[in-house]
Structures are given as structure tokens and as C-alpha cells.
């Protein structure tokens, strides 16, 4: 039985004795392991970091690692056996050892244990003020338990004039300038997309170095994400044309959950090309491609840009909204819209949980939640009077931290949010005294100061026990209020937009 670990998938290897090269003493264990080569890093000074270690291993049940991997790092390509130039040049630094240690008295050397599935090794980041070009040449030889450690420094010292094997291999760490890597540019076409027929989209790379460009899909501002086989959109074809130095795939299924991927092996001029391919019944989505050009291994320097198109159907994108509640005991809780009538809410997920909500004697959505926590926000008012204001996320966590709005709101028994009722486009509170005035606090779009100065309008609200507002109940285009009286009769006031 082969096993392997690690991000990348091993090509399946076979070796019968333990490391290759002269003089090196080879130990009768683990006749079957290896580990899948190294990548090259790249890093952008002050950011970023790469892992040494190999991304796979592999090996039978019976030939699991148990022995030494040896890490060497020097200023200069692995072929000098004086080792002259050991240990990392200037503007790199190890930043973790991760169950290694430095071997005393040589510069650049690691000695990881390995018993067991793992990958022991440093890791590497760049200082801020590395210089363009600075280049770390590493390598890495597995030692079997018992076998020579000092052969198996001198094997890695040289690696780079051997041939990669299945236990020894080498790579490079280089820094490259944020100003140099934005040097590879691209440019994108994503036309729309017809529901029940495809599309070319496009990307014209001008790469300087090589790299992998990455692209994938997400809903656009203002659409929610779909369910798992909503979206009906495939990559049916990818390829390059240009340079000569790109290789191309692209995932299978629904391309919501995956993407398409370029390795581009050398500089230069390349179109990248992929179709998509929609059912009939594709809904109206709006998306956005994301491209980023990955020449950094780590970090947020890489070229990145997005593009949206349209799929042009005729089933709409109907939009989900949250149900959230305050339990007894003072926890929020948070109940997400399906879209299904037999089963409306997802299960029930707590909202700040290290919070008492109690400590509020009155809490109100300003508008609806989204699934995708957008919306206008909510206030909470405490026991001492003080309203405080909870913006949307828009990340999945719904509230952000709340924002002091002011005192003195003791003075209203009811506070409703009704979104938008004079017609601004932002989402308003109504306010209700004891002697059932009714108050209008008109937003103002910001969260320091969400509302304008009060306005009454009306007088005798004291006669209904509850409120509730924030939808157009009337299809006008316009918020209207309900009302339920202390009979239980239920009222609906249309808006009329006007403040």
C-alpha cells in the first residue's frame, strides 16, 4: 500500500537502497521511501515565507521514514565540496526550525529527526530590505537511521552537480522586488454568458518571470453564493498560445468549485484562453473572475485583477435573508434562509457568543440580512439609555463591532428599524415615546453618525403593542409598517417614500 502526504500528489517511486552517491553508507530499513522533489521559493522582501521542506512523501507501511533529513543552505550553487559558501546570504533569514536544529560548527546546515509520516524543515522569509536578486541555493538528502550523517551533509553540500533523486534533491530561494513582479501584467475578457451556450474568455499575459496564473469564480457584489449544482456552469476547454512556455488545465464539475490554472515556464507573451459552458437552466447570475499571476510563493505582492461578466438567463437570482434572534438567556442566534419551503433555515449557528445581549432592552435590524451579511446594520439600546450601532460584516460574521450613536434613548418604549422610507436609499429608525409620539430618524449612510436629526411624525401610536417594518409589503417600490393593536388587529400603513 503506497501512502503519501503533503500538498502536491508524488509521482509513485520506487528506490531499493537508501542514498544514492559515493561513499554514502546505506542502512537496510525503509527500502521503499521518498519524498517528491522541492519547489523553488520566491519572496517579496518584508512579506512572505516558504517552507523548505518537500510538499510529499511516500513510501509502503513498511518503509515509513525513520532516519535524519539534511538541510544545507548557501549563497552558491550546490557544487562547491569546500562549502564556501555556506549559510544564507544577506536579506534571508530562518524564522522557524520546526523540530530542527543547526549543526554546530558548519553555517547552513539543518538536522531534522524524521521517524514516522512528516516533513520536518525551516522556514525561510525574506527582511525588508533585501535586495532584488538575492538567491538562497538549498538542498535536501534523506539519511536512513544509522547511516552516515557526515555523507550525508557532503551529498547535500553538492547536490546541485547530481542528478534529483528520490531521497536528494535541491531548489532555490530568490527575492524579487514588489516593483519588478508587478512588471508582469494581463489583461482580461469575459463577454457574457448565455444560459444553454458557452463562451471564450481571455487573458493576455505578459509574464517577466514564470509563474501560475490562477482563475476562478465568485458571485459578484450585491448576489449571494450559490448551492452546491445552482450554478450550472462548467470550463468546458483551456489553453495557451504564445511563448511556448504554458501548460493549462481546468477543473471538471461545476467551475464555482474549482477554476482554470496556466504554469507558464518561461517569460513572455501568452493569450490564455478558456470556455464556459452554461445549462438552459443556468439562473441570471452576475460573477466575478478572479486572475492572480503567483510568482510569489507566499504574500500579497502577486499581480492580481478581476473581471465580471453576466450569464444571460431567464430564472432570476433570488436574494436570501437571515432570521436572527435573542434567546432568554441573552445568546444571538442566527437562522440563514435556504430557499426551500420544507426546510426554510439552515441549522442554527450563535452570533457573539461571548456577548450578553441582555445587557440591551431593545434591539432592531435597521433593514433585511442577507446570507451574505450585507444589509443596513442594527441598534441596540442598553440599560443606561446609550443607543449603539452594529454595521453589517459582509463576511459571513454579520455584526461588526458596535459604534456609540448617543444617550438619552430611555425617553422611546419602541424602536423599529424600517429601511428606507424616505426614498434616499438609506435605511431609517422609527422611534415611539410614552406619550405615543412617533419619531423618524432618518439615516445618513454613515456608521459614525448613522442617523440625522429626529423628525415626528405622527402622534396616538401609543395604541399598538407591537411594530414592525423594513419591506415593501405593497410591490411599490416603497417600505410600509405594520402595526398590531391591543385587540390583536393588525394595521398596515403604506410608505409613501416622502419623509
Given amino acids: 500500500m503506497r501512502r503519501l502526504l503533503g500538498a502536491g500528489v508524488a509521482v509513485a517511486l520506487l528506490v531499493t537502497g537508501g542514498i544514492a552517491g559515493a561513499g554514502t553508507a546505506v542502512a537496510a530499513g525503509d527500502p521503499t521511501f521518498y519524498f517528491d522533489g522541492l519547489k523553488d521559493g520566491v519572496l517579496m522582501p518584508g512579506e512572505g515565507f516558504t517552507e523548505l521542506a518537500p510538499g510529499s512523501t511516500g513510501g509502503s507501511n513498511d518503509g515509513q521514514p525513520d532516519g535524519t533529513y539534511v538541510y544545507v543552505v548557501s549563497k552558491k550553487p550546490l557544487t562547491d565540496a569546500g562549502w564556501s559558501g555556506g549559510g544564507l546570504p544577506a536579506g534571508l533569514k530562518v524564522d522557524s526550525l520546526e523540530g530542527c536544529a543547526a549543526k554546530s560548527g558548519v553555517a547552513g546546515v539543518y538536522l531534522c529527526d524524521v521517524k514516522g509520516w512528516g516533513n520536518p524543515g525551516p522556514w525561510v522569509s525574506a527582511t525588508s530590505t533585501a535586495a532584488h536578486g538575492v538567491t538562497a541555493y538549498y538542498g535536501l538528502v534523506y539519511v536512513p537511521r544509522g547511516a552516515s550523517i557526515s555523507a550525508g551533509i557532503k551529498e547535500a553540500q553538492t547536490a546541485g552537480s547530481k542528478a534529483i533523486a528520490p531521497r536528494r534533491a535541491h531548489a532555490t530561494v530568490t527575492v524579487k522586488s514588489k516593483a ?12 457574457t454568458l448565455p444560459a444553454g451556450g458557452t463562451v471564450k474568455h481571455t487573458v493576455k499575459l505578459h509574464a517577466v518571470d514564470k509563474g501560475k496564473l490562477q482563475m476562478g469564480l465568485s458571485a459578484a457584489a450585491g448576489y449571494r453564493w450559490w448551492d452546491e449544482g445552482e450554478l450550472k456552469i462548467s470550463v468546458v476547454d483551456s489553453g495557451a ?10 477543473s471538471t464539475g461545476e467551475v464555482g468549485y474549482g477554476g482554470v490554472w496556466c504554469d507558464i515556464t518561461k517569460p513572455g507573451d501568452y493569450t490564455l484562453t478558456y470556455t464556459l459552458k452554461a445549462d438552459a437552466k443556468a439562473p441570471a447570475w452576475k460573477l466575478t ?49 435556504t ?28 433593514g433585511p440580512v442577507t446570507i451574505q451579511s450585507t444589509g443596513p446594520g442594527a441598534v441596540a439600546r442598553d440599560k443606561a439609555g446609550v443607543l449603539w450601532f452594529y454595521p453589517m460584516a459582509g463576511d459571513g460574521a454579520i455584526y461588526e463591532g458596535r459604534i456609540r450613536v448617543g444617550s438619552g434613548w430611555n425617553t422611546y418604549n419602541t424602536l423599529v428599524g424600517v429601511s428606507d422610507l424616505t ?24 456608521a459614525t453618525k448613522p ?37 390583536g388587529r393588525l394595521f398596515l400603513y403604506e410608505g409613501t417614500g416622502v419623509a
Fill in 289 to 337: 473572475t478572479t486572475a492572480v499571476y503567483e510568482v510569489y510563493t507566499y504574500g500579497t505582492g502577486n499581480p492580481e485583477k478581476t473581471s465580471d461578466f453576466a450569464v444571460a438567463g431567464s430564472i432570476p437570482v433570488t436574494e436570501r435573508y437571515r432570521l436572527v434572534g435573542r434567546s432568554a438567556d441573552g445568546g444571538l442566534w442566527d437562522y440563514k434562509g
Fill in 423 to 446: 426614498g434616499d436609499k438609506k435605511a431609517d429608525l422609527l422611534a415611539r415615546d410614552a406619550a405615543g409620539g412617533l419619531w423618524l430618524y432618518a439615516g445618513t449612510g454613515v
Fill in 180 to 191: 519588478h513582479v508587478a512588471q508582469n501584467t494581463f489583461t482580461m475578457s469575459t463577454p
Fill in 451 to 487: 442617523f440625522a436629526a429626529k423628525v415626528q411624525v405622527g402622534r396616538g401610536w401609543g395604541g399598538y403593542d407591537q411594530l414592525a417594518g423594513g419591506v415593501d409589503l405593497t410591490a411599490d417600490g416603497k417600505a410600509d409598517l405594520v402595526a398590531r393593536d391591543k385587540t
Fill in 339 to 366: 430557499g426551500k419551503v420544507a426546510e426554510p433555515f439552515k441549522p442554527v449557528d450563535p452570533v457573539g457568543e461571548t456577548l450578553d445581549w441582555n445587557q440591551y432592552t431593545a434591539l432592531t435590524r435597521l
Fill in 241 to 250: 498560445g504564445g511563448a511556448g512556455g504554458a501548460e493549462c488545465s481546468h
